[in-house]
Each structure stands twice: as C-alpha cells, then as structure tokens.
C-alpha cells in the first residue's frame, strides 16, 4: 500500500505517530462526544490529521473538531487548534457562526487537556443561539 499525505511538513512516522495519538483520544472522546449528539465525520478519517464531530439535529447543525496545523507546526513540534460551528438553514440560506478557542496546543498539551477542551467546545456549542448565527452563505 503506497503512502500519501497533502502535509508538507510530516514524515511518513511522524504521520503515523500522531494518528496513533489521534486515535487514542478518540476512543475517549467519541462517547463523550455522542452522549451529546456529535459523531465522529469519518469522511476522510484515515488521511487526515483531526477529529471532526457532526451534529445533525432538526434545528441545528455543527461541527466540533481538533485539526492539525500546518503553518504552525514545524521541525516535530505539531500544532493543533480546536474549532466549533454551529448553522441553521432558512429561505435557501445557511446562517452560521464559527469559533477557535484562542490557544495553539501541542500534541503533549492534548494529552492532558483534550477532554475538558472538548467538553468545552460542548458548552459553548449549546450556548450559540439562533440568534448569534450572522454570516450567511446561498444554498443552491
């Protein structure tokens, strides 16, 4: 099996090393993650370096997810942030806001922190009424 990725800056080990990592935290998370509604996008799963939770409910839809950055990572020292976003469609148009907590967390970082982070995410998640969603897009 030939090996692919689209980061520029991970090896083929270290990709492996923090997917190994990522995975772990997902076995945690997902039931956390699903007790509140959110399941694990595994739409391209295997050849990136996140984890992205949908939320699907008749109202709201969302995401809450940790991703690997690239232009902050360099020479091992892998960069991640976590990001929330919740939407709403009326009249052929998609409301939404987004959120990134403020801080850059190391892979190190996560493995003390990805649990509350995410339970935060939650929280701020439920938080978002439909009246904070202002940027809006054209449904087709």
């Given at each position: 099996?030939?090996?692919y ?6 090896s083929?080990?270290d ?6 990592k ?8 997902s ?36 991703i ?9 020292q892998?960069r991640f942030g976590l990001?929330?976003l ?26 003390k ?13 439920n ?14």
């Open positions: 099996m030939s090996w990725s689209s980061y520029k800056n991970v083929e080990k990709f492996r090393a923090i997917k190994l990522l995975d772990s935290f997902e076995r945690i998370i039931p956390i993650m699903q007790m509140n509604g959110f399941y694990l996008n595994r739409i391209s799963y295997d050849e990136n370096l996140n984890l992205d939770y949908i939320h699907d409910a008749e109202t709201f839809y969302g995401n809450i997810g940790m690997y950055l690239t232009e902050k990572s360099a020479n091992k892998w990001y929330i919740k939407s709403h469609d009326s009249s052929n148009c998609r409301y939404y806001k987004t959120v990134e907590l403020p801080e850059i967390y190391s892979l190190k970082q996560l493995e922190l990805y649990i509350k982070l995410f339970e935060e995410c939650i929280s701020i998640y938080k978002i009424e439909k009246s904070d969603l202002t940027e809006s897009i054209t449904l087709k």
